[in-house]
């Protein structure tokens, strides 16, 4: 399934370029950057609830903010994109 | 039912892959070509000069992707393994029943008939397309292929022993190799087939076909690997260092399925042209960077073609059959099928 995760997180301080970073390095883990703070991941359910429970662990609800769109087993199908930063269909052919 | 998990193929020369969090990065020259996160992915094959970070060898190793390296031909130069290698106890049963002339000759005889049957599915899905748009002594030339290979199904299920098996393959390859060239639709002498050449191939339609031959091997070796079975020892082919006779022994049924059908399809629906190979000195032929590219993407999205798999009657894509054969054959084994239901191709 495709899960579209987008966050914003508070950078006023230290603690918080650090929580960036490493919420970034989660959805990297499981996904794929489409913008700054957007991340398309395709995880199974076992993968999404590990995922999701890192990101929460990561993140301090009390400042950021973090939203999960659960876009289905036909997400891929939904997503029209325009303009630059084209991104790479994991699921296609994989030649570099 | 497990998923379709997809392969990287690196075919830029002096590509450099490491492994970045669970993510595994593509360089060329120092910058990112490519990334990727590991749990989609069940391969990754470098043609010619890529290398490998030790830290991304090792995750590959963890995660049961099978990290191969492949000359640009396609020839088969190393893997990356790591210290696990399946299951000890599933290995055991697995050396002992290929030891066990009785046990493997059961195996043998599967394997060849499905591989004959195949062949034979491939000639007469010629037949039932084209068949009137053929000549006529082209279209009898398929129908008596078609035939011997009919015999030859019957046949290798008497067979006595496994030489006599392996023989009776020998004869089927002839026969089909032999009417091969009346699947090639495209008036043109560069697609002429004259009969199987390798090491090297001596014409285009060999040289397509050895590439996609290994291409399928790869696959077949890393399914195997990843339901605990050990590639090397096999039961058709014979142990030899370095060889992987189980990953060849199951090729053996997908290969008509798989490679031939593609390659027929490639060539007949022009994906491939002359000029898409290069003619050495010493008359072997080999194919250009981008037509590797090209057959690659036409490879990958085959793999997610569906098809309904005739023993465990469930839609699946081609992709997955390799792993299905690898699980049947492990269910065999261990003694929970009575026999290793080969890969029959309707």
New interface residues.
Partial sequence: MLVLITYDVNTEDAAGRRRLRRVA?AC?????RVQHSVFEC???PA?WAELRARLIAEADTAKDSLRFYQLGAKGRQRIEHVGAKPV?D??????? | MR?HL???????EN?WLRK????VV?E?EGRE?????L??LDGIICFGHAGASPALMGACAEANITLSWLSPQGRFLARAEGARSGNVLLRRTQYRAADDSARALAIVRNIIAAKAANQRTVLRRALRDHGAALAPDAQAQLQDAEQRLTNVVRRVAQAPDIDTARGIEGEAAQVYFGAFNQLIRVEDSAFVFAGRTRRPPLDRVNALLSFLYAVLGHDCRSALESVGLDPQVGFLHADRPGRSSLALDLMEELRPVLADRLALSLINRRQVAADDFTVSDGGAVLMTEDAR?AV??AW??RKKDEIRHPFLEESVTFGLVAHLQSLLLARHLRGELDGYPAFIWK
């Fill in positions: 390095r990297l883990d499981f996904g794929q395709d995880v199974d993968r790479l994991l699921d296609g052919p994989l030649l570099f | 998923r997809n392969t990287i193929y690196v075919t830029t590509a970045d969090g669970a993510n593509v060329v070509r490519g990334r990727a996160p749990h989609l590219k690659l993407v990958q999205d």
